[in-house]
């Protein structure tokens, strides 16, 4: 099963062309409809596919983690996916799918993977309403494959919040309020436990935001706000104060989404920030290398607080800044 993800190297050269590859699975045949899905995973947040270890069990873990397993000396949890997505199946889940991101390693695990598939951004639409239902918020991204079948994308930035806790109170508490009334943050992510995040960081620090679901629609209402400025006479800037973005996102990635604000003069001045789970040096150089002003990995609010406020021109108290 390694041989899947082999080349992570030439992988890295899809930031940037709106590509993506994603490795696919399945979690069993849910007995409450008879269908077996086909989900995915970007390849980027994978770090290795093996069968199953041994499981020890621990006290006062969510539902839905199974226990710890030692994988080279750490301590991870290992999270069942059927039972945190709610299929109801007594297929074994002999695989357990390893994932890095956002600092934070975890096993996933399911009942087979199928193979890597690479595609554009552009293939990957956003989920209808019904099937977000569906699922509790945890697809954010479809897509159709040649044979018919659908390929959902894991939000497992939700998962990680809900079995981690770590959209806990106490995260927000120190963030302090800026005195920018001015200030607007355009912000684009496809996770709806990222977007409220963000949306609780903005909040604390009493500034005014526009949220998007994707880098697709970030863009066009960008264009809309350029629009009405050149309307008035007056620069984008005094409209938009940082763009503050995912990379994985259906339709437009963040790279993208950079690239075009960087290219357009009418942007000119505008920070933007890239936000993402994808915590690893490497998305962090590309990111610089198209353009963005500065990265900040999520799950850390007083972090990016701090980060917008600066890049906003905001003065912190030296308790805040220390």
Wanted: proline fraction near 5%; hydrophobic fraction near 45%; aromatic fraction near 6%.
């Amino acid at each position: 099963m390694s041989e899947l993800l082999k080349s992570i190297d030439a992988r890295t050269k899809l930031a940037g062309t709106n590509k993506l590859e994603i490795l696919m699975f399945t979690l069993g045949t849910d007995a409450r409809n008879g269908r077996r899905e086909t989900f995915g995973i970007n390849v980027f947040k994978v770090r290795e596919v093996m069968r199953t270890p041994p499981i020890t069990a621990a006290p006062e873990m969510p539902a839905a983690v199974e226990g710890m397993v030692s994988l080279r000396g750490a301590l991870v949890p290992v999270v069942d996916l059927a039972k945190y997505a709610g299929v109801q199946t007594e297929t074994p889940r002999d695989i357990m799918i390893v994932t890095e991101y956002n600092g934070h390693t975890q096993g996933f695990l399911v009942e087979a993977v199928d193979t890597i598939l690479r595609l554009d951004w552009g293939m990957m639409r956003v989920p209808p309403e019904m099937l977000v239902a569906q699922m509790g918020g945890l697809v954010t991204a479809v897509t159709e494959l040649g044979d018919g079948r659908l390929v959902m994308m894991m939000d497992v930035e939700k998962v990680l919040s809900e079995t981690t806790k770590y959209d806990d109170e106490f995260m927000y508490r120190s963030i302090v309020p800026i005195d920018k009334p001015e200030c607007t943050v355009f912000f684009a992510d496809d996770s709806v436990v990222a977007r409220k995040q963000i949306e609780r960081t903005l909040q604390a620090m009493n500034v005014k935001y526009v949220a998007s679901i994707n880098g697709r629609q970030a863009w066009d209402e960008l264009e809309k706000v350029a629009a009405y400025a050149s309307s008035l006479g007056k620069p984008v800037s005094s409209f938009v104060s940082l763009v503050l973005t995912d990379i994985e996102m259906p339709e437009m990635d963040g790279y993208i989404l950079t690239k075009k604000v960087k290219s357009d003069p009418r942007f000119a001045g505008i920070p933007v920030i890239m936000h993402s789970s994808l915590s690893g040096m490497s998305n962090q150089k590309l990111g610089l290398s198209v353009g963005v002003d500065e990265y900040v990995p999520k799950f850390e609010p007083q972090k990016l607080s701090e980060t917008l406020a600066r890049r906003m021109g905001a003065t912190l108290p030296a308790a805040a800044e220390a």
